[in-house]
Structure formats: structure tokens, C-alpha cells
């Protein structure tokens, strides 16, 4: 019996941040990630449950996920008074693909190309894909260091939810 997997992985993220005057600033974070993996596996034709028959499966993925976050933020002291006021956007992005075969009847007991197989037994495969996006706002106003007020807001959208009903708002 044999198997490979063979995987790639990459990952990225980047982070600015803009001052764009006192008390004023811009943020971008952006990450992506990118996934591949290829597995191969062979059940010998010699011995063991495929005895005479040999198996070979081969199975291949490939993922991304991408994600940005934007936020714009102001805070300001004046005397006795504090402000703190936060605008901001998130998304996220992700796409799967899998596809896999699967052959009996093996020509060659040692190889791992699904070609090697003489009888298709199954193939298949999907594809994924959904996105995510969400504002958001805060408020926060202190007075004396003694009392506060604070005001939030957030909506979220997802493009698992059928039209209509892909927002909450919180």
C-alpha cells in the first residue's frame, strides 16, 4: 500500500495605517491564504481486502480565503469631556474546490496515477464559495472620568442566507 499528499500553503496579510491629523486615523488590514493539497492512494492488488483487484484513489483541493477590515477612528479630549467615535467595513471571501476519483482493477501494482486504474468506481467533486460583510460604528462619550455613554451599531451579511434574509442588524 502506498500514499503521497503533496499540500501548498501560502499566507499573506498586510496592515497600514494612515494618521491623518490629530486624533484622526485610517486602518487597512488585508489577509489572504491559499491552500492546495493533492493526495494519492494505492491499495496493492497482491494481499488484504483488495487482494486481486487493487485500488487507487486520488483526490485534489484548492482553497482561498481572502478578508479585509477598514477602520476609521477619531478620539479627542477636551477638558473634562472624551470622545471616541470608530466607522468601520470587514468582508471576507472564501472559494473551495475538491475533486476526487476513485479505480480498481489495478494494470500496475506500484503506481499512483489514477490512469493505473482499469475500472472507474467513482468520481465526484463541489465547489464552495461564500462571502461575508459587516459595518460597524461605535460611539463613546465620558464626562469627568465618571460617566459614560455608549452607542454601538453592526450589520452582518452572509450569502449562505437566502435573499431577503442575508442582513442582521445588531
Do not use: C
Amino acid at each position: 500500500d502506498k500514499q503521497t499528499t503533496v499540500r501548498h500553503q501560502t499566507a499573506a496579510t498586510a496592515f497600514l495605517e494612515f494618521k491623518l491629523y490629530e486624533g484622526l486615523k485610517f486602518t487597512v488590514n488585508i489577509g489572504a491564504q491559499y491552500l492546495n493539497n493533492n493526495t494519492n492512494a494505492l491499495t496493492n492488488k497482491y494481499y488484504g481486502d483488495a487482494a486481486n483487484i487493487g485500488r487507487i484513489i486520488q483526490e485534489s483541493t484548492n482553497s482561498l480565503a481572502i478578508s479585509a477590515k477598514e477602520l476609521l477612528e477619531y478620539n479627542t479630549t477636551v477638558g473634562d469631556h472624551s470622545i471616541r467615535a470608530m466607522v468601520g467595513h470587514e468582508n471576507y471571501l472564501y472559494l473551495n474546490s475538491y475533486i476526487y476519483g476513485y479505480k480498481a482493477y489495478l494494470a500496475n501494482g506500484s503506481s499512483l496515477s489514477l490512469s493505473n486504474g482499469v475500472q472507474t468506481k467513482e468520481t465526484g467533486g463541489a465547489e464552495e464559495r461564500f462571502a461575508l460583510d459587516s459595518y460597524l460604528a461605535t460611539f463613546s462619550y465620558i464626562y469627568d472620568e465618571k460617566y459614560m455613554l455608549t452607542a454601538n451599531y453592526r450589520a452582518d451579511g452572509s450569502s449562505r442566507y437566502a435573499p431577503g434574509h442575508r442582513w442582521g442588524h445588531f
